[in-house]
């Protein structure tokens, strides 16, 4: 299978054919936070995504359960805000009319849809 060089931005994963893209996971994942509050900035891993051609993928967590996607397009498209000033900040402006500073990060079009149960590697 060949791979593809994903690039990182503004700790932003973005594929260079479909840009940003929302993954939506039926359920709960289950990932040990402890070492995220140590270091908030790290990057969270918690599997292995392959995408197998246009319109399927596949999304390995850990090393015993795989969870088969489509990819879809997003409809209306989803932006990814970036709000310079804190909540307390931004809550002020908004009680007094004053203007906050939101700068559009991405524009997000496509989304990964697993809607299936996982399904155990053999």
């Avoid at 891993?45 to 996607?69: A, M």
């Avoid at 007094?96 to 299936?116: G, P």
Wanted: hydrophobic share 40%; charged share 25%.
């Amino acid at each position: 299978m060949p791979s593809t060089e994903v690039k990182i931005q503004d700790n932003i994963l973005e594929h260079p054919q479909l840009g940003c893209i929302l993954i939506e996971i039926q359920g709960d994942l289950e990932i040990d936070l402890h070492q995220f509050k140590e270091d908030p900035d790290r990057t969270m891993q918690f599997g292995k995504l392959e995408i197998l051609d246009d319109n399927h993928v596949v999304l390995f967590i850990g090393k015993k359960q795989r969870l088969l996607g489509h990819i879809s397009k997003l409809d209306p498209p989803v932006a990814l805000l970036k709000f310079s000033n804190s909540a307390e900040a931004i809550n002020n402006s908004i009680n007094n009319n004053k203007q906050s500073n939101v700068e559009i990060l991405r524009i997000i079009k496509n989304k990964m849809v697993f809607r299936d149960r996982p399904l155990p590697i053999m």
